[in-house]
């Protein structure tokens, strides 16, 4: 069945370090949603990209969708504690208009 | 932006027991609603979506009989956790778009429900 596989799954940096991580999907995507999930929250959504090669950005955060939109990155320039929790990417899956999502990347920030 | 509220936030119950967990979507009509259920450092496991007017679909390897779903009206949708056991502790955490799927539309997650059965 369709998979969304995310990488790596922890990521410790120092404070002001940068950060990526990245998604890759089984199939194509007609779209990739990224969400944020603070430690003990619920996920909170952050971005959705929709066209091949898609590149947008909020602050400090970097998002992009693959060419054949089958992958995605998320990049944190110069993290800062408040950047502390899981991340996680969601493709739909086929038609169905349910989100798959990925295992999620964790990420911890030292001060 | 919309809001998802859940609600209860945590609940400790004994085994045998049912729970009802509830969710609403507070300023936006939601006819359809998602279902997650999210063990201790794991991804979001669909459980079922919840369809207002009808019945809810489940996803593979869901018991149906064990997770009621009920989508009341276009702003509330209820799981029971029927008969619970210790192995259904877990985080449960319901979703609502505002199109009748997450295709194209984001998810706005409730605050989730922590179960403990003891």
């Known amino acids: 069945g369709q998979q969304v596989m995310q990488i790596p799954q922890y990521q410790h940096v120092q404070e002001g370090e940068d950060f990526t991580t990245y998604c890759n999907s089984s199939?194509?995507?007609?779209?990739i949603q990224w969400y944020k999930q603070r430690p003990g929250g619920h996920p909170v959504f952050l971005i959705q990209?929709?066209?091949?090669?898609e590149v947008k950005k909020q602050k400090r955060l970097t998002f992009q969708f693959g060419e054949a939109k089958k992958n995605s990155s998320l990049h944190i320039t110069a993290t800062q504690t408040t950047d502390v929790g899981t991340y996680f990417c969601?493709?739909?899956?086929?038609?169905?208009?349910?989100?798959?999502f990925g295992q999620g990347t964790t990420l911890q920030v030292k001060p | 932006g919309a809001v998802v509220s859940q609600h209860p936030s945590w609940v400790i119950c004994k085994s045998g027991t049912s729970v009802k967990i509830e969710c609403r979507s507070l300023?936006?009509?939601?006819?359809?609603m998602f279902w997650y259920r999210q063990f201790p450092k794991q991804s979001l496991m669909l459980m079922a979506t919840?369809?207002?007017?009808?019945?809810?679909?489940?996803e593979q390897g869901v018991e149906k009989d064990k997770f009621l779903i009920n989508h009341a009206s276009l702003t509330l949708s209820t799981l029971t956790v029927t008969s619970a056991h210790p192995e259904d502790s877990s985080f449960y955490i319901c979703?609502?778009?505002?199109?009748?799927?997450?295709?194209?539309?984001?998810?706005?997650f409730g605050n989730g429900t922590r179960l403990t059965v003891t």
């Open positions: 979703s609502a778009s505002r199109t009748a799927s997450s295709y194209n539309s984001p998810l706005h």
């Open positions: 199939t194509t995507l007609s779209n």
């Open positions: 990209l929709v066209k091949s090669g």
């Open positions: 969601a493709g739909p899956q086929g038609n169905t208009g349910k989100l798959i």
């Open positions: 300023d936006f009509q939601a006819t359809t």
């Open positions: 919840s369809n207002e007017g009808s019945k809810a679909t489940y």
